[in-house]
């Protein structure tokens, strides 16, 4: 099962039947698995990582950092939970240090981002402060480099 | 008037008769072609890891750019020392048992040369990797083939050496896992030859560049074996498993006299393994383990695949069990290894190595190097299934197989 995991992170369209293959079992029982570890949401969902700076999208997006005061009897989860639910919010993490939670999120222009933390977030109960880190540039996100220029420089044939 | 030189005439015969490599004529078909998928790359599809990078312009920054002692850095040898004698249980001398070469190729060459006298004869199987019998014959020695073949899964037995036997024997070859059948080599057919070997005199040179990348049961270190490692030149490196081929470093170990006599040619032909090199090899040894691993992890889920897409093709293909090659059988295509690799490149765009290049025992083979992109291995096999159906003229062949596929493999495809 953690193998089947570690082949459909690296790759989300490896079919049951190739994964079967690479792992010596049969497609029903890998497709079966796959089935229920979506259904117990260890799967999360599958993705395409795209680079939308190449595109030449403005899209924006920043990290933001938060501190608040936890809730009695729910703790950080119920802030977390009202800061999550925004659909323009793409993470959210508990932290250990200075701050509680961090929080990215992505919008259209950095108007929006700005009217997104002081309208909706600094001023949300239980948050005390925000601070607001706007992305210039990514270089590698969900472990894949974003320009990577080592592809393969192997002579075609060797012996 | 000049007289013009005549420069065949020049040549060391010794030199001239070498034949022609059978790979290189591809290099002339591939440029100009477009989209060509190549499973003829015999090495590992890795860059080197960034560690092992990252330690090595740091080196360079701080000014290593000076040659080393003709023996190579001691903390290098220090520490194959330990690695050795930690995966097989033989201790060798960092001081005077170990030497650093310019990868197993020169290892080859110097123990080759140190050894044979005029007339002596180099056992080499067949297939196996390219230098071995060029190299024989260049250190003045003469190679005896040794044929193995798929329904044996291209081992050597002691059968097939002491057949071969003559007054004039002074070395056994051994390459395994090897290039180019990806076969392994059982522990009771070592110990066998081990035992042909004590009672002949026989040296072993021993190249276990593939060690590491052994899926199916565990690798047999040859100067592990009783009474072995006094008649052992153990040559291994950091090209295939830590995937730095182009660093060119590796190491030669085994009798103290004998290291020395290996180093009185190096030091006068290399001075030294480069020093860069052999920065990145300490790198590799001290902190490579996790990275190395993920990556035989990935060849090992990779070799499955191949061995499937094999069966599904209907080409007959004894289990690799090594390296990273696999080995299937052309032979009902009607086609010759030759013509199959040539005319596969030409309809399908897919490169393998005609089983030929090995030797003659290769013949009706193909090479196949898995070390690829999974989405390239599809893409190959699918082009090489529409190629195969072709020529057989048949739906699906009806496969037979040399052996089973090993349903347990060693499990290091794990890397959790
Ligand atoms: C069996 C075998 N031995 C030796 C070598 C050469 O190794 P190195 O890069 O250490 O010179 C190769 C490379 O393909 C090989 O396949």
Known sequence: ?159 | MTLKTNWAEMVNPAVRDIAPSGIRRFFDLVTEMKDIISLGVGEPDFVTPWHIREACVYSLEKGYTMYTSNHGLLELREEISRDVSQNYKVSYDPRSEILITVGVSEGLDLAMRALLCPGDEVLVPEPSYVSYAPLAVLGGGKPVHLKTSADNGFQLTADIVEKALTPRTKIILLGYPNNPTGATIDREHLLDIAELARAHNLIVISDEIYDKLTYVGEHTCVSSLPGMRERTILLNGFSKSYAMTGWRVGYAAGNSDFIAAMTKIHQYSMLCAPITAQVAALEALRNGQSEMRKMIAQYSRRRRLVVDAFREIGLPCFEPRGAFYAFPDIRCTGLSSDEFAVELLKEEKVLVVPGSAFGEQGEGFVRCAYAASVKDLMEAFKRIGNFVRRRTGRGKVVTFYFGKMEQKDNEIRKTV
């Open chain 1, 1 to 159: 099962m953690k193998e089947i995991l570690e082949l459909l992170e690296t790759d989300a369209r490896l079919t049951p039947g190739q994964i079967a293959a690479i792992l010596g079992k049969n497609e029903e029982e890998v497709a079966g698995i796959i089935k229920d570890l979506e259904r117990k949401n260890i799967i999360n969902g599958y993705f395409t990582l795209i680079n939308w700076d190449k595109l030449g999208a403005e899209k924006v997006s920043a990290l933001i950092e938060v501190k608040i005061s936890p809730q009695r009897d729910v703790g950080f989860d119920a802030v977390a939970e009202r800061i999550y639910r925004f659909p323009e919010v793409r993470s959210v993490r508990l932290m250990s240090g200075a701050y509680d939670l961090v929080v990215m999120i992505e919008g259209g222009t950095m108007k929006e981002i700005a009217h997104f933390v002081s309208f909706k977030l600094a001023s949300m109960e239980y948050v005390l402060s925000t601070a607001t880190h706007f992305v210039l540039k990514t270089y590698k996100h969900h472990g894949t480099i974003v320009e990577d220029g080592e592809d393969d420089r192997r002579q075609v044939i060797v012996p």
